[in-house]
């Protein structure tokens, strides 16, 4: 999930003290909401969700690479939006996913960690585990900072 710019469709900054509760309701109507990602904590240097496994499952019935991806950006983007504060929006530029085993049911959990928050980029390692704690997937995503954009 790349945040959209503070202001836009609606969206406006996290409130400092709840900024999990405003990021669920945002996210209600995006691919995010869609697939069920609910996040538990949320800070700059290190944010928490769930996803179900069941509806994000590819043929094989297990859960899908892409799917832990999109938990993985949705992490990574919420986390450098956070750090980069109002007035700045951040998008991915880069991810990649390292898939370890794999898992049919339950709901896993996605662990996102900051490696650098700077000026202009935000990189995070986003582990994801299964409902036994079994790392299924490794992922890093690298999001570029901007100031807000000038509406066309």
Known sequence: MTAAPAGTAGLRPAPA???VAWINAAGAGTLAGRMGITFLEAS???LVATMPVAGNTQLYRMLHGGASVVLA????SIGAVLHAGDGHIAVGIDINATHHRAV???TVTGVATALHLGD???SYEV???DDGGRRLCTSRITCAIHGRRRRS
């Open 127 to 129: 582990v994801i585990s």
């Open 73 to 76: 950006e949705s992490l990574g």
């Open 104 to 106: 049919r049911g339950g």
């Open 17 to 19: 003290e709840d900024p």
């Open 120 to 122: 202009t980029a935000a």
């Open 44 to 46: 700059p240097r290190r």
